[in-house]
Structures are given as C-alpha cells and as structure tokens.
C-alpha cells in the first residue's frame, strides 16, 4: 500500500523556518518524481516545489523561490521542504506528492499518490 507520510509542521513566527519531512512507503521511491504543494483556507491547492527521481533538477513557484529548497534522500525514502523567511502567506497544509512521469512537475492531475498533509501557521 503506497502511503507518504508528512511531518515538520507547526506554528512559527514570520522570518523563521521550518523544515518539512516526507517519507514514502510502498513505493519504489526513487522513480517518483516528488513534489510540495499547499492549500491554504478557501484557495485552491497550488504548486510548491518540485525534485526529479536522482534530485538532479527542481523546480519552485515564484512565491517561494529563494526562501525554500526542496531535496530528498533515496536512501531514506523521503523528501524534504526546508522553508526559510517564512511569511503569513506561506499559512497553509503542506502536502507532498509522488509522480511517476509528471508532464508539468506543478500540475496537481499529473501526481499519483498524496500524502494527508502538516499545517504550516506562520504568525505576523
């Protein structure tokens, strides 16, 4: 049974960080491409970050470029989302994704499994 599993959210005052963890199970992990999306209260969810199967190419929204990098460690089965200069706007639930042959790696339809997702609450 595919099942990612995220954890790391929390409460976090505007200019802090916070890293996001996702570990994967059931799954040949390293042919997924991986990626992190967002959805905060009454919007759609939308495109975070994204990493290719070896990490070798990612790709971020606008609004996150430069303050968060994605990574991920095929040897632990899992994806990372360290967040930096955290903003109010960044509050959302967090979630990773697994996609075995995204055409856009910031498609939602292009992503085979999710995860239940971690509240991110950053405080003004």
């Known amino acids: 049974q595919v099942q990612l599993v995220e954890s790391g959210g929390g409460l976090v005052q505007a200019g802090g960080s916070l890293r996001l963890s996702c570990a994967a199970f059931?799954?040949?992990?390293?042919?997924?491409?991986m990626g992190w999306f967002r959805q905060a209260p009454g919007k759609e969810r939308e495109f975070a970050a994204a990493?290719?199967?070896?990490?070798?190419?990612?790709d971020y929204a606008d609004s996150v470029k430069g303050r968060f990098t994605i990574s991920r460690d095929n040897t632990k089965n899992t994806v990372y989302l360290q967040m930096n200069s955290l903003k109010p706007e960044d509050t959302a639930v967090y979630y990773c994704?697994?996609?075995?042959?995204?055409?856009?790696?910031?498609?939602?339809?292009?992503?085979?499994?999710w995860g239940q997702g971690t509240q991110v609450t950053v405080s003004s």
């Open positions: 990493i290719t199967w070896s990490g070798g190419s990612t």
């Open positions: 994704a697994g996609g075995l042959s995204p055409r856009r790696t910031d498609w939602t339809r292009d992503y085979d499994c």
């Open positions: 059931g799954l040949t992990f390293s042919r997924y491409v």
